[in-house]
Nanobody, 119 residues
């Protein structure tokens, strides 16, 4: 079964940091661009960031620019989302997804990991 698995979510205070990880089961994500999305209760899913398969190209939503960094380690078959200076409005379920090229419809999705930013 082909799937993505997110990890690293949790409860953090405002201003804190978390690092999310995305790994694949049943296939290697090395050949895919990987996107991070989030969905807060009562809100639509929002694209957060995307990284190309080589890692040479990245993009970010305006709401996270300068605070979040996407990266990948293809030797470990893992994509990361480093989240710094977290705000309560970053609270959401975060998902990773795989696609051939950022911006195209995504092929595989993970089940999500909860991030809660609260004092």
């Amino acid at each position: 079964q082909l799937q993505l698995v997110e990890s690293g979510g949790g409860l953090v205070q405002p201003g804190g940091s978390l690092r999310l990880a995305c790994a694949a089961s049943g296939f290697t994500l090395d050949y895919y661009a990987i996107g991070w999305f989030r969905q807060a209760p009562g809100k639509e899913r929002e694209g957060v960031s995307c990284i190309s398969s080589s890692g040479g190209s990245t993009n970010y939503a305006d709401s996270v620019k300068g605070r979040f960094t996407i990266s990948r380690d293809n030797a470990k078959h893992t994509v990361y989302l480093q989240m710094n200076s977290l705000k309560p409005e970053d609270t959401a379920v975060y998902y990773c997804a795989a696609v051939t090229t950022c911006g195209l419809p995504y092929d595989y999705w993970g089940q999500g990991t909860q991030v809660t930013v609260s004092s």
